[in-house]
């Protein structure tokens, strides 16, 4: 199955600051990836869904403007979080699917201070 | 359309069995059973796609029941491995490219 390495493990930011989030699928040309979202003890939530060289999809009430999304080649997307405040601090985790099933990257933890 | 799992919670000795059950109020194309530890990226455990299907590996088994709207989780004499939270993930159409729908989880916990 596909390995997915996501970068960085972990970020501290300060409000108002934006954070770009790498996603690698080192042995697969992914063509969509997934950006989920996972507060403490809670679901994972997809957020959007990323396509190489077009727009990404995203899910109904996230905002685009605020989580950018870029799908430039078969092997990366970013996602970029925008103005960044607390209320955003979360797990972000990228997915690869490989004729099932999803594969995860490792996770960004993201604190917003 | 997020799945309901069942229990929420569920604490176990070492050696006792569980059940984690999985429903939709439609049929499903696919079910994904996923573990997450605290801090850590969920783990595929299985996945099942026809309607009666039984499969499973070592101690951890799933179904996948005729109407296709309701799986479920079996893990038989629990190590404290098994420790962790439970996530179905679900696909309601053939096309979605793998796009997954989580239940909101079932925390296990195995003590010695």
């Known amino acids: 199955g596909a390995v997915v390495s996501q970068h960085p493990s972990w970020v501290i930011c300060k409000s108002g600051t934006s954070v770009k989030i790498e996603c690698r699928s080192l042995d697969f040309q992914a063509t969509t990836m997934f950006w989920y979202r996972q507060f403490p003890k809670q679901s994972l939530m997809l957020m959007a869904t990323?396509?190489?060289?077009?727009?990404?999809?995203?899910e109904q009430g996230v905002e685009k403007d605020k989580f950018l999304i870029n799908h430039a080649s078969l092997t990366l997307s970013t996602l970029t979080v925008t103005s960044a405040h607390p209320e955003d601090s979360s797990f972000y985790i990228c997915?690869?699917?490989?004729?099932?099933?999803?594969?995860f990257g490792n996770g960004t933890r993201l604190t917003v201070t | 359309q997020q799945p309901v799992q069942s229990p929420q919670a569920v604490i176990l000795r070492e050696g006792e069995d569980a059940v984690i059950n999985c429903s939709s109020s439609k049929a499903l194309y696919s079910v994904h059973w996923y573990r997450q530890k605290h801090g850590e990226a969920p783990v595929f455990l299985m996945i099942?796609?026809?309607?009666?299907e039984q499969k499973g590996h070592d101690k951890i088994s799933a179904s996948f029941n005729e109407k296709k709207q309701q799986s479920s989780l079996y893990l038989t004499a629990s190590q404290l491995s098994y420790s962790g939270t439970y996530f179905c993930?679900?696909?309601?159409?053939?096309?979605?490219?793998?796009?997954?729908?989580f239940g909101q989880g079932t925390e296990l916990s195995v003590k010695p």
């Open positions: 990323s396509n190489e060289g077009s727009k990404a999809t995203y």
């Open positions: 997915s690869v699917p490989d004729n099932s099933p999803l594969h």
């Open positions: 099942l796609l026809k309607g009666g």
């Open positions: 993930g679900t696909e309601i159409t053939y096309n979605q490219g793998g796009k997954l729908i």
